[in-house]
């Protein structure tokens, strides 16, 4: 299951973090500034912060399964960090 924290009201904003760091360490206090506007979803990726490693390989596949959890949260944008931005990349 994918540890993630929501905060804020508005448009959703989907917060990628980098290699090593958890969604809200990346982030720190500009979370709460964009909060003020969006409704931010900050998810400890796959193997970090509170979010277990899946068994198997980890692969972009699997990120982007479990980051739908976040879509609940009305998610129209991604903004990644470092490893984020292919972890959000479009997929058709």
Known sequence: MLAYETRGSGPGLL????????????WGTLLDALA???TVVAPDL???????LPVG??????VADQARVCQTSGVTRVVGVTGGPPSGGRRR
């Open 15 to 26: 917060l990628l973090h980098g290699t090593s760091s958890t969604g809200t360490g990346s």
């Open 36 to 38: 003020a506007g969006h």
């Open 46 to 52: 796959p193997g970090s912060g509170n979010s277990p």
């Open 57 to 62: 390989p980890l692969d972009l596949d699997t």
